[in-house]
């Protein structure tokens, strides 16, 4: 068992208000530290600390608010336990802060659009940098969906900004892809998305895809329902299709599926 390879889970730390899942439930700095340590215990091997939420139509925090909600929380991570802490972020004041304070990954969801100093932020400190997809804001990102053909689309965006981040220093082993599941897409898009995650591997950078709890689970439903059932499916679905790392609320629960998963994959292989 010892010679499989294991998906990386990328676990979730909305250190904010309104998070569209978790929003508040973590903003308390102990209770944040708590949480990072239970997900690390349940295998997580990367924490994703995030303080502004990016559901739709939420709106900005100023850097200054964003730095004071994060960074108190990586160096308490740093502190309590050994995993690699990524910077949720879009902006290069807050990853350049967030670095400083210990994060080794930079999780940009607007794919460096935003704010392209993100790229010396990363390139200067030999940072990992994922560079995902974004169509509009997080504010109006819903209101046009509209592709001439997405798949090419998506990864035009993302082999380009991935160029340009190379051209400008960062290493291309540094770099991770994210096609932006819920960003920017219909309910049918993010389906086919994920059925296509194979033409994202055919980059040679690894995938990530960040898909749990989202709506494209709850707009299937005609109640309210618990969406864990599904993203476990999705997930399992999007590994098998090629994703490196899926970014979850639920550790445990993806952990114990993927173990599942993984060993299907090397009997796949082999």
């Known amino acids: 068992m010892n010679n499989i390879k294991r998906t990386g889970i990328m676990g979730i730390l909305n250190v904010t208000p309104d998070s569209f899942y978790d929003g508040g439930r973590y903003s308390s700095k102990e209770i944040a530290l708590k949480h990072a340590v239970d997900m690390y215990n349940e295998g997580a091997d990367i924490i994703d600390v995030g303080g502004e939420s990016t559901r739709p139509g939420a709106l900005q925090v100023s850097a200054a608010e964003e730095i004071d909600r994060v960074c108190p929380v990586i160096e308490m991570i740093c502190r309590e336990i050994p995993v690699v802490i ?118 040679g950078f690894p995938v990530l895809v960040g898909l749990s709890r989202k709506s494209l689970i709850g707009k299937l439903y005609e109640k309210d329902e618990d969406r864990l059932p599904a993203t476990i499916a999705l997930n399992s679905a999007a590994v098998l299709n090629g994703a490196d790392i899926i970014r979850v609320h639920d550790v445990k629960a993806h952990r114990l599926a993927l173990e599942s998963i993984d060993f299907l994959k090397k009997i796949r292989a082999d």
């Open 86 to 203: 990524s910077i949720d972020t879009t902006k290069s004041e807050v990853a350049r802060a967030a670095v400083s304070a210990g994060a080794s990954i930079i999780n940009d969801i607007s794919g460096l659009t935003f704010d392209p100093q993100i790229i010396e932020v990363a390139a200067e400190n030999n940072t990992a940098l994922v560079i995902s997809h974004i169509k509009g804001i997080p504010r109006d990102m819903q209101n046009n969906t509209d592709y001439d053909d997405l798949i090419k689309d998506i990864l035009d965006f993302l082999t380009g900004n991935a160029e340009n981040a190379c051209n400008k220093g960062v290493g291309r082993d540094k770099i991770i892809i994210d096609p932006g599941i819920g960003f920017g897409k219909s309910l049918e898009q993010n389906y086919i998305i994920i059925n296509e995650l194979s033409r994202l591997t055919e980059t």
